[in-house]
């Protein structure tokens, strides 16, 4: 019997999220049971969709560890295409959700097209960037091309509107681009270019502008702080350091608006703790390390650039959520990945975080040993003995 080497998915990165996602089941059941009990009479209607959405995504990220990523490079630019005429319509027939055409319905599933246009883009730019290389560095052959793609996907976001999800895609393009090797002078342009753009796009609309200012006063514009987040702060301040342990959260009493969404991290912090909130932000530190690890082992430009995308969207995602819940960012509409209760950001980001593990396996990163027949020779064994033929 001789041995050859195989190699396998990053085993931190699957359990990191695999955690996630079980331990949002217990969080937003016990952040969303009252509302739920108020609304539909059933204190775990919440719950049982949040279940299901992740099964769905569980089975999204185990299609995305077994196709090879190599093959998305044909399909980005159909995938785009479609992502951009979702949104098109999402604008035309979307279903409005406090004043936001953002969802979807077909039958009665819904989707949330940005979503799907944020990991179509960035699939997308990841194939641009490999294929032209140095390119990158041309404005007119390179970099324009790849912006007009990210202004027509921003600018559909942003007309639903969605500031926050808008924003996040510009950023995450951008650091995409820097990373690609796009000239800086290029990027810092587009970035001026932008700042007004974004302000007017900000003063437009009253509640945008009262959320900025609520942000950098510290109150609602009447002396008080923000509603929301004053109780999800005192969510974070009643837990301590231990919590009150899990279901024993006060907040989500109706007291917390959008406790088992946007806000589901106070939750973490009242019922879990300090400890708590470090652990589950250990998590996604947990990923970012990995990531970027696979991404310095991917065997080809396309694996790393789709490892550091994938990454950077979820951690940074995860990041401006916990930020936003303790009052450090200005209040936004984004969900933590695999924690938050929703069916799009969870379906999608595990399927992305499938094909970041789809990468780990083709590196050599974690080789196995595997026994073969003493008939079947390893590749590696008949190259070495052509090598010493010759």
Same mark, same amino acid.
């Given at each position: 019997?001789?041995?050859?080497?195989?190699?396998?998915?990053d085993l931190?990165?699957?359990?990191? &999220?695999?955690?996630?996602?079980?331990?949002?089941?217990?969080?937003?059941?016990?952040?969303?049971?009252?509302w739920?009990?108020?609304?539909?009479?059933e204190?775990?209607?919440?719950?049982?969709?949040?279940?299901?959405?992740?099964?769905i995504?569980?089975c999204a990220?185990f299609?995305? $560890?077994?196709?090879?990523?190599?093959?998305?490079? #044909?399909?980005?630019?159909?995938?785009?295409i479609l992502?951009?005429?979702?949104?098109? &319509?999402?604008l035309?027939?979307?279903?409005?959700?406090?004043?936001? *055409?953002?969802w979807?319905r077909?039958?009665?599933?819904?989707?949330?097209?940005?979503?799907?246009?944020k990991? /179509?883009?960035l699939?997308h730019?990841?194939?641009?960037i490999?294929?032209?290389?140095?390119?990158v #560095?041309?404005?007119?052959?390179?970099?324009l091309?790849?912006?007009?793609?990210?202004?027509?996907?921003?600018?559909?976001?942003?007309?639903?509107?969605?500031?926050?999800?808008g924003?996040?895609?510009?950023?995450?393009?951008?650091?995409?681009l820097?990373?690609g090797?796009?000239r &800086?002078?290029?990027?810092?342009?587009?970035?001026l270019?932008?700042v007004?753009i974004?302000?007017?796009y900000? $003063?437009?609309?009253?509640?945008r502008?009262?959320?900025?200012?609520?942000?950098?006063?510290?109150?609602?514009?009447?002396?008080?702080?923000?509603?929301?987040?004053?109780?999800g702060?005192?969510g974070?301040?009643?837990g301590?350091?231990?919590?009150?342990? !899990?279901?024993?959260?006060?907040? #989500?009493d109706l007291?917390?608006p959008?406790?088992?969404?946007?806000f &589901?991290?106070?939750?973490?912090g009242?019922?879990?703790?300090?400890?708590?909130?470090?652990?589950f932000?250990a998590?996604?530190?947990?990923?970012?390390f990995?990531?970027?690890?696979?991404?310095?082992?991917a065997?080809d430009?396309?694996?790393?650039?789709?490892?550091?995308?994938?990454?950077?969207t979820i951690t940074?995602? *995860?990041?401006?959520?916990?930020?936003?819940t303790?009052?450090?960012l200005?209040?936004?509409?984004?969900?933590?990945?695999?924690?938050?209760?929703?069916g799009?950001s969870?379906?999608?980001s595990?399927?992305?975080?499938?094909?970041?593990?789809?990468i780990?396996?083709?590196?050599?990163?974690? !080789?196995?040993?595997?026994?073969? !027949?003493?008939? $079947?020779? !390893?590749i590696e064994s008949?190259?070495e003995?052509?090598?010493r /033929?010759?």
């Open positions: 019997m001789t041995k050859s080497q195989r190699n396998h998915i931190p990165t699957l359990i990191a &999220v695999l955690t996630l996602m079980v331990l949002s089941l217990g969080v937003v059941y016990s952040a969303s049971a009252t739920a009990m108020e609304k539909f009479g204190s775990n209607r919440l719950l049982n969709s949040h279940a299901l959405k992740i099964v995504g569980i990220l299609v995305g $560890v077994t196709i090879d990523y190599r093959k998305y490079k #044909r399909l980005t630019k159909p995938a785009l992502a951009v005429l979702l949104l098109f &319509v999402t035309i027939l979307g279903g409005e959700t406090k004043g936001a *055409a953002r979807l077909i039958g009665g599933l819904g989707i949330q097209p940005s979503e799907f246009a990991f /179509a883009l699939f730019l990841c194939t641009l490999a294929a032209k290389k140095d390119l #560095r041309d404005f007119k052959r390179g970099f091309p790849m912006t007009v793609w990210i202004g027509t996907v921003t600018g559909l976001v942003l007309f639903q509107p969605n500031f926050s999800t924003s996040m895609i510009v950023l995450i393009s951008l650091v995409m820097f990373i090797r796009a &800086v002078s290029h990027l810092l342009t587009t970035a270019a932008l007004p974004l302000a007017l900000v $003063v437009s609309a009253s509640y502008l009262a959320r900025v200012k609520s942000f950098l006063s510290g109150t609602d514009g009447s002396g008080s702080m923000n509603y929301q987040l004053l109780q702060i005192i974070f301040g009643s301590g350091l231990f919590g009150l342990g !899990p279901g024993e959260s006060k907040q #989500r007291f917390l959008e406790s088992y969404g946007d &589901v991290f106070s939750i973490v009242e019922e879990y703790g300090f400890l708590g909130t470090i652990f932000l998590l996604f530190l947990l990923i970012m990995r990531g970027f690890k696979i991404a310095k082992h065997r430009e396309y694996g790393q650039l789709l490892a550091v995308g994938i990454t950077s940074l995602y *995860a990041l401006v959520n916990a930020g936003v303790l009052g450090l200005p209040t936004t509409g984004l969900p933590m990945p695999f924690v938050s209760y929703g799009s969870l379906v999608f595990s399927f992305a975080v499938g094909v970041l593990l789809n780990s396996a083709q590196t050599d990163l974690h !080789p196995r040993m595997t026994r073969l !027949p003493d008939s $079947v020779m !390893p008949l190259q003995q052509s090598a /033929a010759t």
